[in-house]
């Protein structure tokens, strides 16, 4: 394939910028930061004020009752490994607050805890709560980033580099660096204890330039009581492309006119992003979405009747949670009224603006997953969400990549190697100010299963679940892993290599209806080919 211009991808992109039981290491950081008993105090007698004290009681009598023991001095943790160095972490935004690190932050200080003679030093382009409007942020981190990396003057670890970032170009360039090696060299990895099936997936022509501690994918959830309807057999269901899911809405308008496709969510934008990598073949450097299947899928979808764009876009969000959905579902049902406070105002927009549909397009992460083994009343699944193909699309979460021109690579890749061990603890961070390690898929097997049991048991997981009906405590976290590998042995691809931000031309065509089928996917296509060839 050709090689990218790095300076051409700073152009191309800033044009397309979308709105923004314990491991060994658990154990030795438990030590490191539990608070050390505090030694009993000896009793010293006071020295009689009276001069008449006998001599047995005076000070001057027993000198070694006149001062107390010292206490001993604590034992200084030794880092066995003996790591030192210092590196930076480059992220886009700093997603903290006042009293809570970053994820990636929190990370970085447990590592610096384990080896004190390590440095991690946090470089933040901005704060999703500073006055910058996410673009802004974005294009300011495109424009540092793409000029350091094209200087060879990158010497830190990008953490969650943005999807406009190329990172498919990037890697085939020599600029990040395959840290494939390091996963099969590590002592402490057992290939075995991962997802590798998602971490084949995520690489670019064999190359591990990302290395992901969690991920996802695109899912549906049926509305059950519908689907009854329509006699669908929801137990022999094992994944959903668009024509099902539009036939079945087909079908589902002639019982009801009024029933949509979805609850509220961006329907089209979602079955687009389904669908869009069977037209896309990264290896022979070619696209297809001038061909009559993808013109035939834009005219279906186009066809749809997309009243929940009436919707704010915070409802329309909210929407696609699968817990709020039920809740409506049951407050329709039962003709209650809501039997609790909205606590958002997104909350009540949901309600207010919601209508029947047929199915709520979700992420497919470690939450949504406990829907498996604890299903909900009205709401079945999730189900993958495939192209017509049968390709499902998978997307890391919280992925590191090292530029080639980074000077401590290996202490780099050791913090890595950290953040995608084994850790019982789902949490990060102290108190008032811990945050999820993830609620995605992590890429460890062993902390799928930790993140279930957590899911099953915490109190500050699945907030709605009462109202909701779920039953959070019926969460199996072993039929979960069973499902999840059902579901990686489908045929996968990188929604970030293989989905381009199409969403101009497909404005035109949804929203504003300025071009027919055939123009929407010409200006698509032609759009790839620049983008395959830049």
Same mark, same amino acid.
């Not at 709520?360 to 406990?370: D, S």
């Given at each position: 394939?050709?090689?990218?211009?790095?300076?051409?991808?700073?152009?191309?992109?800033?044009?397309?910028?979308?709105?923004?039981?314990?491991?060994?290491?658990?154990?030795?950081?438990?030590?490191?930061?539990?608070?050390?008993?505090?030694?009993?105090?000896?009793?010293?007698?006071?020295?009689?004020?009276?001069?008449?004290?006998?001599?047995?009681?005076?000070?001057?009598?027993?000198?070694?009752?006149?001062?107390?023991?010292?206490?001993?001095?604590?034992?200084?943790?030794?880092?066995?490994?003996?790591?030192?160095?210092?590196?930076?972490?480059?992220?886009?935004?700093?997603?903290?607050?006042?009293?809570?690190?970053?994820?990636?932050?929190?990370?970085?200080?447990?590592?610096?805890?384990?080896?004190?003679?390590?440095?991690?030093?946090?470089?933040?382009?901005?704060?999703?709560?500073?006055?910058?409007?996410?673009?802004?942020?974005?294009?300011?981190?495109?424009?540092?980033?793409?000029?350091?990396?094209?200087?060879?003057?990158?010497?830190?670890?990008?953490?969650?580099?943005?999807?406009?970032?190329?990172?498919?170009?990037?890697?085939?360039? =020599?600029?990040?660096?395959?840290?494939?090696?390091?996963?099969?060299?590590?002592?402490?990895?057992?290939?075995?204890?991962?997802?590798?099936?998602?971490?084949?997936?995520?690489?670019?022509?064999?190359?591990?330039?990302?290395?992901?501690?969690?991920?996802?994918?695109?899912?549906?959830?049926?509305?059950?009581?519908?689907?009854?309807?329509?006699?669908?057999?929801? #137990?022999?269901?094992?994944?959903?492309?668009?024509?099902?899911?539009?036939?079945?809405?087909?079908?589902?308008?002639?019982?009801?006119?009024?029933?949509?496709?979805?609850?509220?969510?961006?329907?089209?934008?979602?079955?687009?992003?389904?669908?869009?990598?069977?037209?896309?073949?990264?290896?022979?450097?070619?696209?297809?979405?001038?061909?009559?299947?993808?013109?035939?899928?834009?005219?279906?979808?186009?066809?749809?009747?997309?009243?929940?764009?009436?919707?704010?876009?915070?409802?329309?969000?909210?929407?696609?949670?699968?817990?709020?959905?039920?809740?409506?579902?049951?407050?329709?049902?039962?003709?209650?009224?809501?039997?609790?406070?909205? =606590?958002?105002?997104?909350?009540?927009?949901?309600?207010?603006?919601?209508?029947?549909?047929?199915?709520?397009?979700?992420?497919?992460?470690?939450?949504?997953? =406990?829907?498996?083994?604890?299903?909900?009343?009205?709401?079945?699944?999730?189900?993958?969400?495939?192209?017509?193909?049968?390709?499902?699309?998978?997307?890391?979460?919280?992925?590191?990549?090292?530029?080639?021109?980074?000077?401590?690579?290996?202490?780099?890749?050791?913090?890595?190697?950290?953040?995608?061990?084994?850790?019982?603890?789902?949490?990060?961070?102290?108190?008032?100010?811990?945050?999820?390690?993830?609620?995605?898929?992590?890429?460890?097997?062993?902390?799928?299963?930790?993140?279930? #049991?957590?899911?099953?048991?915490?109190?500050?997981?699945?907030?709605?679940?009462?109202?909701?009906?779920?039953?959070?405590?019926?969460?199996?976290?072993?039929?979960?892993?069973?499902?999840?590998?059902?579901?990686?042995?489908?045929?996968?691809?990188?929604?970030?290599?293989?989905?381009?931000?199409?969403?101009?031309?497909?404005?035109?065509?949804?929203?504003?209806?300025?071009?027919?089928?055939?123009?929407?996917?010409?200006?698509?296509?032609?759009?790839?080919?620049?983008?395959?060839?830049?």
């Amino acid at each position: 394939m050709k090689t990218r211009r790095i300076f051409a991808w700073a152009l191309a992109l800033l044009l397309v910028l979308s709105a923004c039981g314990q491991s060994e290491q658990d154990k030795k950081f438990d030590e490191l930061t539990k608070k050390s008993s505090s030694a009993e105090e000896l009793s010293v007698p006071e020295p009689e004020s009276s001069p008449e004290s006998s001599p047995e009681s005076s000070p001057e009598s027993d000198p070694e009752s006149s001062e107390a023991e010292p206490t001993p001095e604590p034992t200084p943790y030794v880092d066995p490994e003996g790591l030192t160095g210092e590196f930076t972490i480059k992220c886009a935004a700093d997603t903290g607050t006042a009293t809570q690190k970053s994820t990636v932050e929190a990370l970085a200080d447990e590592f610096m805890a384990l080896h004190p003679g390590v440095t991690i030093h946090m470089d933040y382009t901005g704060s999703i709560f500073d006055n910058q409007s996410r673009e802004e942020r974005l294009e300011q981190y495109m424009t540092r980033v793409l000029a350091e990396l094209g200087s060879g003057e990158a010497d830190y670890l990008l953490y969650s580099p943005p999807s406009q970032l190329d990172v498919y170009g990037l890697s085939q360039s =020599g600029i990040f660096m395959d840290l494939r090696p390091y996963f099969d060299s590590d002592p402490s990895i057992d290939p075995d204890d991962y997802y590798t099936q998602a971490l084949d997936a995520l690489s670019v022509d064999g190359k591990l330039t990302l290395m992901p501690f969690a991920f996802e994918f695109n899912g549906i959830m049926l509305n059950r009581p519908l689907m009854e309807k329509l006699d669908v057999d929801l #137990e022999s269901l094992e994944a959903i492309n668009y024509k099902m899911l539009l036939d079945w809405y087909d079908q589902a308008k002639a019982l009801d006119p009024d029933v949509q496709a979805t609850f509220g969510a961006w329907t089209q934008d979602s079955l687009y992003g389904y669908e869009a990598p069977d037209y896309i073949d990264l290896e022979n450097n070619t696209a297809s979405y001038d061909s009559p299947e993808f013109v035939e899928f834009l005219t279906r979808t186009g066809a749809l009747e997309e009243s929940d764009k009436e919707m704010p876009r915070s409802g329309r969000s909210i929407a696609s949670h699968p817990e709020m959905v039920e809740w409506v579902m049951r407050m329709w049902e039962t003709g209650e009224e809501p039997d609790r406070q909205f =606590g958002t105002p997104y909350e009540q927009e949901l309600f207010d603006y919601a209508h029947e549909g047929v199915a709520v397009p979700v992420g497919v992460t470690g939450e949504t997953l =406990g829907f498996y083994s604890s299903p909900l009343e009205y709401l079945a699944g999730p189900y993958p969400a495939v192209s017509s193909s049968g390709l499902l699309g998978i997307s890391s979460s919280g992925d590191f990549a090292i530029p080639s021109s980074m000077k401590n690579p290996d202490l780099a890749w050791r913090f890595i190697s950290y953040c995608i061990s084994e850790r019982e603890e789902m949490t990060v961070g102290a108190g008032a100010g811990m945050d999820y390690y993830t609620l995605a898929i992590p890429i460890n097997k062993k902390n799928f299963v930790h993140l279930q #049991e957590f899911l099953r048991t915490s109190s500050i997981a699945y907030q709605f679940s009462n109202s909701s009906g779920f039953d959070k405590t019926a969460i199996d976290p072993e039929k979960g892993a069973q499902k999840l590998e059902e579901y990686l042995s489908m045929p996968l691809v990188d929604m970030k290599t293989h989905v381009i931000d199409m969403s101009e031309y497909l404005d035109e065509f949804y929203d504003n209806k300025l071009t027919t089928p055939e123009q929407c996917a010409e200006k698509i296509q032609g759009r790839a080919y620049i983008w395959l060839n830049e």
